[in-house]
């Protein structure tokens, strides 16, 4: 079974950074893995992920600001925010699909507030 376990969430101001950690029971054989992030009374949409090949895709709002990210050697992935908008407020998720199957985590909270 795989786990995925996300940290790094918090308050902070907006203009801020923080970086979120996901660490993997395992973070080999997935074609995508990825950010999404779900703010209140909205769905959950893609922030950014890797695809097959090692490319990387970035939700329009946020290409710029955020990076995505990961170390093999800690079986973790990681997404960089910086430049932080009030409208970044939402739990995020890692996520990683193997063929047809899903992963997710239990999420993180960010707040974006003066």
């Known amino acids: 079974q795989v786990q995925l376990v996300e940290s790094g969430g918090g308050l902070v101001q907006p203009g801020g950074s923080l970086r979120l950690s996901c660490v993997f029971s395992?973070?080999?054989?997935?074609?995508?893995m990825g950010w999404y992030r779900q703010a209140p009374g909205k769905e959950r949409d893609l922030v950014a992920r890797f695809t097959t090949g090692g490319s990387t895709n970035y939700a329009d709002s946020v290409k710029g600001r955020f990076t995505i990210s990961r170390d093999y050697t800690k079986n973790t992935m990681y997404l960089q925010m910086n430049s932080l908008k009030p409208e970044d407020t939402a739990v995020y998720y890692c996520n990683a699909r193997r063929l047809v199957e899903d992963y997710w985590g239990q999420g993180t909270r960010v707040t974006v507030s003066s």
């Open positions: 395992t973070i080999f054989g997935f074609n995508y």
